[in-house]
């Protein structure tokens, strides 16, 4: 009977994931098919992609698909209508050889009004064939963040660096040289990490500079300094080629002009084309969810746990399931994620503690262990500081709180344990009544726990007289009356 029902469920899980196979695939389908007649030969096409928020995994796949989508269909142009805080090196790094490499030119457009294009951003721009923003707009601050807390602006080359060096000369007599002295080789490796992360960004974005032939001090200083500045200032550094209100001026204003393409000068003929928008599909918006450091993280735990539900139980098939499921996913977008894997095993450990303190309670000590590994793991799990790239404190608070929840009550559960009287086992039998089969001086026999038991006796007993159990003598119990008087009138 339980092997029918697992085999029902198996073939109820088939039919499903079938069904959404079929149904992915007719999305796809009907996703290809374009509007209206926008391929026609007749037409020519300008893509607009939108990248907004924080750019990551889930970014890097929509803009690559896409760029491979222009080529494929022939497009004249790419835009890229970009309004983001920043994001993770290793996917900005990926779209910008995605378009340096791209066949069809690329105009990174800083849009609409209010929006900007903040540290990686800033580089996306500085790579893109035509680089726009729209009045209202800044560009800037792609300093990288320091991950081991390190200021990046406290170098000797920038104001404030200077500003300190300087601060400390007044104290260079006396005190300030010992301190000095102290504090140097404290800093001295944040300080060099720092400085390899900051050079290279400075020489990749003087790169991108010099190949667009756009303004390569400011770009430097972007970086050291954190510089930003409006469009307008943009426009006039030459850190842009021009500000456009929307993206139909953008058209108008970068027809006729020469772009490198794959080492070759095209003049862009942008007047009429016809701007079509291209959406994320399933797999990006999948991609987007999973690679979220909060809901991968979530993934992790559910996995876990349901592995472990599995193990105590098992044959109840769901929770190994969806645990496993779970687990594989949250893999994947760790694998995708600038992960920590010292707080990946502060995490892995804290829940093995956890385990132990249910397995084995030892009053708290393994649990509460267990919820600190774990909340120090999460914290410190995602390996930057990016905006939107962090797990967020309020799920790893309530996390901690329920955990220190089940801890108090597996610890309350183990003290009321011990406190109850024995009801098994040969230390219950010590101070159990009873009733003689029979009199007896020495050895004898009696009922106790309606099962009958060998019995020395501790003083005369007479046959259905009340005994109590004093201890045990191997297999035999050893039993006095419960009356004093009876025990007078059996001497008599």
């Given at each position: 009977m339980h092997a029918g029902g697992a085999d029902g469920i198996r073939k109820a899980a088939g039919i499903l994931l079938l069904l959404m196979l079929m149904m992915l695939w007719a999305r796809e389908a009907?996703?290809?098919?374009?509007?209206?007649?926008?391929?026609?030969?007749?037409?020519?096409?300008a893509l607009v992609l939108d990248?907004?928020?924080?750019?990551?995994?889930?970014?890097?796949?929509?803009?690559?698909?896409?760029?491979?989508?222009?080529?494929?269909?022939?497009?004249?142009?790419?835009i890229i209508r970009m309004d983001t805080p920043g994001g993770l090196d290793a996917s900005t790094r990926d779209i910008i050889k995605d378009i340096l490499n791209s066949s069809v030119p690329v105009a990174t457009w800083?849009?609409?009004?209010?929006?900007?294009?903040?540290?990686?951003?800033?580089?996306?721009?500085?790579?893109?064939?035509?680089?726009?923003m729209s009045p209202a707009t800044n560009v800037g601050a792609a300093t990288p963040v320091a991950i081991i807390g390190a200021t990046p602006g406290q170098d000797k080359d920038t104001p404030a660096g200077k500003g300190k060096k300087k601060h400390d000369g007044a104290a260079e007599e006396g005190e300030g040289d010992e301190e000095e002295e102290n504090v140097a080789p404290a800093a001295a490796a944040g300080d060099?990490?720092?400085?390899?992360?900051?050079?290279?960004?400075?020489?990749?974005?003087?790169?991108l500079a010099e190949k667009r032939g756009r303004n390569a001090d400011w770009a430097e200083r972007a970086v050291r300094e954190a510089d930003s500045i409006t469009s307008e200032k943009a426009l006039e550094l030459?850190?842009?080629?021009?500000?456009?209100?929307?993206?139909?001026?953008?058209?108008?204003?970068?027809?006729?002009?020469?772009?490198?393409?794959?080492?070759?000068?095209i003049t862009l003929d942008t007047s009429g084309l016809v701007t079509e928008r291209l959406e994320p599909d399933w797999r990006n918006e999948l991609l987007a969810v999973i690679t979220s450091p909060t809901i991968a993280y979530m993934?992790?735990?559910?996995?876990?746990?349901?592995?472990?539900?599995?193990?105590?139980?098992?044959?109840?098939?769901?929770?190994?399931?969806?645990?496993?499921?779970?687990?594989?996913?949250?893999?994947?977008a760790f694998q995708m994620l600038p992960v920590n894997y010292a707080g990946l095993g502060l995490i892995v450990l804290g829940i093995i503690l956890m385990i132990a303190e249910v397995m084995s309670p030892s009053f708290g000590a393994l649990g509460f262990g267990g919820i600190i590994a774990m909340v120090v793991g999460s914290i410190i799990l995602i390996d930057t500081d990016v905006p939107g790239y962090a797990v967020s404190r309020s799920l790893i608070g309530a996390i901690a709180v329920a955990g220190s929840l089940g801890m108090m009550a597996i610890v309350w559960i183990a003290v009321r344990a011990r406190q109850r009287p024995v009801v098994s086992g040969r230390e219950e039998l010590v101070g159990a009544a009873g009733v003689a089969m029979e009199s007896f001086d020495s050895d004898g026999h009696v009922y106790v726990h309606s099962e009958r038991w060998n019995a020395i006796a501790e003083a005369p007993v007479r046959e259905d007289q009340a005994v109590v159990v004093t201890g045990l003598d191997g297999l035999k119990l050893r039993v006095r009356p419960v009356s004093p008087e009876s025990q007078e009138q059996e001497d008599v």
């Open positions: 009907f996703a290809q098919e374009p509007e209206g007649s926008a391929d026609s030969p007749a037409e020519r096409l990248v907004q928020g924080p750019i990551g995994p889930a970014t890097r796949d929509f803009v690559s698909r896409s760029l491979e989508t222009a080529a494929e269909r022939d497009a004249a142009l790419v800083v849009g609409p009004a209010g929006a900007r294009a903040a540290s990686a951003g800033t580089y996306i721009l500085y790579a893109s064939h035509i680089a726009a060099a990490m720092m400085k390899k992360a900051v050079n290279d960004s400075v020489a990749y974005i003087r790169g030459g850190v842009i080629d021009l500000i456009a209100a929307n993206i139909g001026d953008l058209l108008e204003q970068a027809d006729g002009r020469i772009v490198e393409v794959n080492d070759r000068d993934l992790l735990l559910i996995g876990i746990y349901g592995l472990i539900l599995e193990g105590y139980n098992p044959g109840a098939i769901l929770p190994g399931v969806v645990g496993a499921i779970c687990l594989l996913l949250a893999l994947y």
